[in-house]
């Protein structure tokens, strides 16, 4: 499964962008989440969706202001970020969660800078 994300960029903060992740290579993608890195943090789940039935999760920090939905014809999923935040800079990675004869595969892109000044 390939990746790519697109969409970063610098914003001010009440700013909005919109994240876009283009998958190829898999017709079995579960589900899909976006998560950020920002310097000198780990890690953290922003928002995920289901591929079928387009269930959906947040982050606190994110809800209400954060919007993740999918286009399963063009498999590209989208994360619309409104209100930002300073706090919301950092990369944002997209994960594609694969599932073949009953073992996980995690696929990732390669990360697309989000800036939010203040």
């Known amino acids: 499964v390939q990746l790519v994300e697109s969409g970063g960029g610098l914003v001010q903060a009440g700013g909005s962008l919109r994240l876009s992740c283009a998958a190829s290579?898999?017709?079995?993608?579960?589900?899909m989440t976006w998560y950020r890195q920002a310097p000198g943090q780990q890690r953290e789940l922003v928002a995920d969706?289901?591929?079928?039935?387009?269930?959906?999760t947040y982050a606190d920090s994110v809800k209400g202001r954060f919007t993740i939905s999918r286009d399963n014809a063009k498999n590209t999923m989208y994360l619309q970020m409104n209100s930002l935040k300073p706090e919301d800079t950092a990369v944002y990675y997209c994960?594609?969660?694969?599932?073949?004869?009953?073992?996980?595969?995690?696929?990732w892109g390669q990360g697309t800078q989000v800036t939010v000044s203040s």
């Open positions: 969706i289901t591929i079928r039935a387009g269930w959906t």
């Open positions: 994960n594609a969660e694969v599932w073949v004869m009953g073992i996980r595969y995690d696929y």
């Open positions: 290579g898999s017709t079995s993608i579960n589900a």
